[in-house]
């Protein structure tokens, strides 16, 4: 059973830094992809970025490209999310998720393995 545990999350001042972790357990085969998607309260949950823990290829949504940095260490099963020069809209629940093959996506319905949220809170 797939199994992602999802921890990091935390207050910071804006323009500060964090780091997710999620610790994922109980593949099959090494070729699975880990996202991060965020939910910020009366909003829809959106992709934030993804990783192929295979090749390594990553993807990033716009809003985050050049503050947020995906990565995986594979003999410690985690992926990390570094998250630079936070604002308050980067505000939300945080959710990595999984999903078997090498492609990096965005798209909530593409996921069937889901850990439980973080949370992060970025006060301006």
């Known amino acids: 059973e797939v199994q992602l545990q999802a921890s990091g999350g935390g207050l910071v001042q804006a323009g500060g830094s964090l780091r997710l972790s999620c610790i994922a357990s109980g593949f099959t085969r090494d070729d699975y992809s880990i996202a991060w998607f965020r939910q910020a309260p009366g909003k829809e949950r959106e992709g934030v970025s993804s990783?192929?823990?295979?090749?390594?290829?990553?993807e990033y949504a716009d809003s985050v490209k050049g503050r947020f940095t995906v990565s995986s260490d594979n003999a410690k099963n985690t992926v990390y999310l570094e998250m630079n020069n936070l604002k308050p809209e980067d505000t939300a629940v945080y959710y990595c998720?999984?999903?078997?093959?090498?492609?990096?996506?965005?798209?909530?319905?593409?996921?069937?393995?889901w850990g439980q949220g973080t949370q992060v809170t970025v006060s301006s």
């Open positions: 990783i192929s823990v295979r090749d390594g290829t990553t």
């Open positions: 998720a999984a999903l078997y093959g090498s492609r990096c996506s965005a798209q909530r319905y593409e996921y069937d393995y």
